[in-house]
Structures are given as C-alpha cells and as structure tokens.
C-alpha cells in the first residue's frame, strides 16, 4: 500500500455516487447511492468508510455497529487495486473505531466461492460458524457466516 491512501469515515455524502458504481463494478446485486444514502440518513448505527488515493475512492466498507457487535455488510476494493493490502487496513481501521464505540465481536457473510475474501477474514481472526444456504442469486450460492469472537486483538 502506498502512502497517498487515507481512510476516512464518510460524514457527507459526496462520495456515494463513486462508492454505487464501485458496488455495480463489484457485485450482481449492488446497492444504489440513494439507498447508502437513506441507511446514513436514517440510522444510528450505520457508519460508512472509504479508501481514498488522492480524491479517487479506491476501496469501501458499509457496516453497523450494534451495542457491542461490528456488522460488516459490504466491503470492496476497485478491482485495479485489490490485492495491494487496502482491503486489509481498511477492515483493521474499521475494527479500531468498532473496539474503541464498544464492539467486542464482529460478524459478516461471504460468499463459499469468494476465496480471496475468506482469506482475508481468516487472517484478522474470523471463522465460519453457520451457512445460510442459497443466500445470495445471481449467481445462487450459499453465505457463509463468519464471527470474529476477539475483535480488540485484531
């Protein structure tokens, strides 16, 4: 990773139109800019961040934070710039701000196929504990469940 990458927690919404086409570019079945913008705008618990090199967002993850859990709903790196260790500082971010609001433990789903993201979670400490068969369309797949039971030692 190189040093023009900040992380930043999204407190406005300029980003979102760049952060919707990240999400078409990186799933079958992407969120829109308005419903990121209805789940900030009508949530306590929903936090936004981004991976930005330079003004360009390279990198996201959407989740909440629910008394003491951290729920990772969507994570995506541009796909020019996956496997550069973005994803990696961005979920360690992620988790330093869930820890320091409470957070205790952290849980996600992942598609069984999504090797590169199963081996992601496996190095900060998560671990399957449960399948959601036929989770996802699109192509239909099962979710695994992951859980991170230790978040403050990641």
Known sequence: MNGGVEITRLSADDDLGE????????????????????????TD??????????????????????????HINSLAIDPERRRQGLASALLRAVIREAVAAGATKATLEVRRSNAAAL????????AVEAVRADYY????????????RTLAAV
């Open 19 to 42: 952060i919707a086409a990240l999400q078409a570019r990186s799933f079958t079945n992407p969120w829109s800019a308005e419903s990121l913008r209805w789940e900030l705008a009508n």
């Open 45 to 70: 618990v929903a936090r936004l961040y981004v991976v930005r090199e330079g003004r360009r967002v390279a990198g996201y993850c959407a989740c909440w934070v629910i008394l003491d859990e951290l």
């Open 119 to 126: 081996a992601l979670y496996g190095r900060l400490g998560f």
């Open 137 to 148: 369309q699109q192509p239909r797949e099962d979710a695994l469940v992951l859980w991170c």
